[in-house]
């Protein structure tokens, strides 16, 4: 299952990627500034003037996992609609302003939270922000365009119903999940996005885009005054808070399990998973260290013993999901019916492995390098930026989070990471979903219906 859904927007967005290849060297020079608006609105700014160029990312609580039973797919269809039309413009006459005034909007939903991005000119930055200020607080969801995405999204839902990938993923989150909204499809199905009306997608807006849970990050070229002042037109009416809803409760079940879907496929797909650590955990950069040891690619240990020694994938990735309700360790492989077992048995041997005996210090010295040194890369635009300060804001860290964290990677010692590694990876509880014609594996347990 795809845990993040839908991010779409106006073709000038695909103009700003291009333009926002900005110079080398600024993931160095980051200097975040705490803004407050007149009417007490805050964000985090990274001022850059060298191009005319705005950025700004936004997030509000409440996604895919606050959607009515029944209703699965509400908040993606919310999210691809809210560009479509709004205050006085229909779709066209919005999507037209956009286009003619290189505005770059768009509107995400994840399982946790609910996405707006902006990307606009300086010159432009006043309609730019008044039409964010529309979207959130004036969407139109008229009858054509609201027919028009619904239409789209159900094609690919029925696009996925086959895909041994999307039925393995379904499985597991199906049967780790049975009672909670994470193990229900985050993009809906054919049959809840139909059942998905105007009221419904006006409902959660009201209740999920709200000052109360609004986090907002800024790059590029605007002081603060001005965006003390934009922060305010843009998200001053929007409502203080919406109805809350209490956290549901979601720890993962049939731990140890597998899962077999018989599919007339010549290559079998694996899922696999279990419980993670807590994204605030003291023991995050530790947990860092040994995942990317364990899956960062070429030289992990998944990808060194199961792709390059045996040949039995093209490829194997293992991630952390830090989800509100859970967090998780989630990864996939796929490879030849003839080979599941074999795979599956390696993947139990190499986590177990880990737990027992942990890290080389080859394995760590390395880690460090590549992590320290590849963080930089990520934030050669204002994107990425503008993403991470809403991350750390959402994450509660500190504004001078950044500031130190090369020292506290290479202040986790190998005495930290064995005792991680025994916390982190858990072999008897890593559950598999298969999706194929695997030979010498045998399901534990019936798989539950994945449902579409």
Same mark, same amino acid.
């Given at each position: ?53 705005? /950025? ?31 205050? $006085? ?47 959130? /607080? ?59 009306? /105007? ?122 999901? $830090? ?118 594996? /045998?399901?534990?347990? $019936? ?6």
């Amino acid at each position: 299952m795809m845990r993040s859904v839908i991010a779409r927007a106006s073709v000038p967005f695909l103009i700003f990627a291009a333009l926002l290849l900005v110079r080398p060297g600024i993931a160095e020079a980051i200097e975040i500034q705490r803004i407050v608006s007149p009417g007490g609105i805050e964000a985090w700014l990274v001022e850059d003037h060298k191009n005319p160029i705005i /950025t700004l990312s936004a997030s509000f609580e409440g996604g895919a996992a606050a959607d009515p039973d029944g209703k699965e797919g509400l908040a993606v269809l919310t999210a691809s609609l809210l560009d479509e039309g709004a205050g $006085p413009y229909d779709s066209d006459a919005f999507r037209r302003k956009l286009e003619d005034m290189v505005i770059g909007l768009g509107f995400s939903a994840r399982n946790d939270s609910f996405g707006a991005s902006l990307q606009t000119l300086t010159e432009n930055s006043d309609e730019a922000f008044d039409l964010l200020r529309l979207a959130m /607080t004036e969407p139109r969801f008229d009858t054509e365009p609201v027919e028009r995405i619904r239409a789209q999204i159900v094609a690919g839902l029925k696009r996925s119903e086959n895909r041994p990938q999307a039925i393995a993923s379904r499985i597991w989150w199906r049967a780790a999940f049975p009672h909670h909204p994470y193990g229900r499809p985050s993009g809906g199905t054919v049959e809840s996005v139909g059942h998905v009306t /105007t009221a419904d997608m006006k409902a959660f807006a009201g209740r999920v885009l709200t000052r109360g849970s609004l986090k907002i990050g800024v790059v590029g070229d605007i002081a603060p005054e001005r965006l003390g002042t934009l922060l305010d037109k843009t998200f001053g009416t929007l409502p203080e808070s919406g109805p809350s809803t209490p956290p549901v409760p979601a720890k993962p079940a049939a731990i140890g399990e597998t899962f077999v879907v018989q599919n007339p496929v010549p290559q079998s797909v694996v899922v696999f998973g279990h419980r993670g650590i807590p994204r605030n955990d003291p023991d995050r950069f530790a947990a860092s260290i040994l995942m990317e040891i364990m899956a960062g690619g070429f030289g992990s240990r998944l990808t060194e013993e199961i792709r390059e020694k045996r040949g039995l994938t093209y490829g194997i990735y293992a991630y952390t999901l $830090p989800l509100e309700d859970a967090q998780m360790i989630m990864g996939g492989v796929s490879t030849r019916n003839d080979k599941v077992a074999e795979t599956v048995g390696l993947v139990r041997e190499i986590w177990a492995e880990m737990a027992l005996n942990g890290p080389t210090e080859e394995e760590v010295r390395d880690a460090k390098t590549y992590i320290n040194g590849s963080f930089p890369m990520r934030l050669t635009s204002s994107r990425p930026i503008a993403g991470l300060l809403v991350s750390l804001q959402r994450d509660g860290r500190a504004i001078d989070y950044l500031d130190g964290r090369e020292d506290r990677i290479n202040a986790v010692t190998m005495a930290d990471l064995k005792r991680v590694a025994k916390r982190l990876f858990l072999a008897d509880e890593l559950t598999f979903s298969v999706v194929g014609q695997p030979q010498g594996l /045998t399901a534990t347990a $019936p798989a539950p219906e994945p449902r579409s």
